[in-house]
């Protein structure tokens, strides 16, 4: 049986600020079943700003896979 997969691209900006919006608003839900994802299986450095995660849903098993441009942060 072959496998399908979907990836997605986005860029993450983390705030500096004390906004106290919960974490689980960055996290993807299923295309399929619409269920929240809690960890993804596997993550990897694709480059020096891209992660990409492999999710797969506890429910209804499809998969998919996300990259995101990580901006890079200056330290002072």
């Known amino acids: 049986m072959a496998a399908a ?5 986005t860029t993450t900006s983390h705030q ?4 106290t919006t919960p ?3 960055d996290l993807p839900t299923c295309p399929v079943c619409a269920d929240s ?3 993804a299986e596997s ?3 694709l480059a020096d700003n891209v992660v990409s995660h492999l999710w797969t849903c506890d429910t209804c098993g499809y998969g998919f ?3 995101h441009t990580v901006k ?3 330290c002072s």
């Open 65 to 67: 896979v996300t990259n």
């Open 43 to 45: 993550s990897a450095f």
């Open 37 to 39: 994802m809690i960890a």
């Open 72 to 74: 890079k942060i200056a």
């Open 5 to 9: 997969a979907e990836i997605r691209t």
């Open 23 to 25: 974490r689980a608003v």
């Open 16 to 19: 500096t600020t004390s906004v």
